[in-house]
């Protein structure tokens, strides 16, 4: 589909662009010309896709016909303004996307200036909550889950694991209380992990290993195959079915049907940096840098705040 739609054809922006000289927004931006192509190098097939959907769906749908030269700073800026009831990431992604089309089309000699150089996102755009659970609400969370739900519960709470990541692990992947990550699932297709340091073998705690070896015992036994195999027993378990299907119906019955595979993650960086483990070690787990993990995952809770002002008071007062 993605195929079909950003190969279609505009005649009259051909026409133009033979006549004039002047290319198109969506002749840039169409998958077989330029711009895709050559990103295409440098992204992964999940960038790829969540990039191809968003361009496709909100900046050519606005502007595909129009010449590159007939951009204005202030019209694209309006453009970004009118999105602000998007999410703050959406949009500013939207800018990003801008910047680097327009980024392309100076540097092939389209145009002589870029402006998308200047835009910034919109104070307005709202920037969603990134909540994580409680050692309480892990707890909770325990003790409504069956095992396979259980197990793929702690490898996001207690490992760290992405989702994908969790889905693509193998049977013969882990050993000795550790799980190596050399794949990733995404909407279906299995890769390599999102970045280079995403490949890594994460370690297990004891009480994660007794339930790896407690769901191998039950399992079915595929033989180098998936650690949570679809009934067909050929592919992995897709992500939302087991969230939507198994988990969300149980964690409604203890009031966390908010938890979802991001809080799980968040939750397990915010829950380590809390008791004092070195950021570096945190993001080595977790498979990316030091700065994703503390600006990204790790949040602080109203407790730790407390207790960061009562230090201080102590060290000023006492």
């Not at 900046?59 to 590159?68: D, H, M, Q, T």
């Not at 964690?251 to 991001?262: E, I, T």
């Not at 945190?282 to 407390?306: C, I, K, P, W």
Request: net charge positive.
């Amino acid at each position: 589909m993605a195929s079909r739609v950003w190969s279609e054809s505009n005649n009259e922006c051909d026409s133009i662009s033979r006549n004039t000289g002047e290319r198109s927004f969506v002749e840039l931006a169409r998958r077989e010309t330029i711009y895709f192509p050559f990103s295409t190098r440098k992204w992964k097939r999940s960038t790829l896709m969540s990039n191809e959907d968003r361009i496709r769906g909100f900046i050519v749908r606005e502007f595909g016909g129009r010449r590159l030269r007939s951009f204005t700073r202030d019209e694209l800026q309006t453009y970004l303004d009118s999105k602000s009831s998007l999410s703050f990431s959406t949009v500013a992604h939207l800018r990003w996307d801008l910047r680097q089309i327009f980024q392309m089309a100076v540097a092939e000699g389209f145009i002589t200036r870029n402006p998308a150089a200047m835009l910034f996102t919109p104070r307005a755009c709202s920037t969603p909550e990134h909540p994580t659970m409680s050692v309480e609400q892990v707890k909770l969370a325990l003790t409504v889950l069956d095992l396979r739900e259980r197990l793929i519960f702690k490898l996001a709470v207690f490992a760290g694991l992405r989702h994908g990541e969790i889905f693509a692990l193998r049977r013969n992947r882990l050993v000795d209380k550790t799980a190596d990550i050399q794949e990733r699932i995404y909407r279906g297709h299995l890769d390599t992990p999102k970045t280079r340091k995403s490949r890594r073998v994460v370690t297990l705690s004891d009480g994660v290993w007794l339930d790896v070896q407690a769901w191998l015992a039950v399992s079915p036994v595929v033989s180098e195959k998936w650690l949570f195999p679809s009934e067909n027993l050929e592919n992995p378990l897709w992500k939302d079915n087991v969230l939507y299907r198994h988990m969300r119906p149980k964690f409604k019955s203890v009031k966390l049907d908010w938890v979802d595979f991001q809080v799980m993650r968040r939750t397990y960086s915010t829950l380590l940096r809390e008791r004092g483990v070195d950021p570096k070690i945190v993001a080595d787990l977790m498979g990316h840098d030091v700065d994703v993990n503390l600006n990204t995952y790790t949040q602080t809770s109203l407790e730790s705040r407390f207790g960061a002002v009562k230090t201080l008071e102590s060290a000023l007062v006492n």
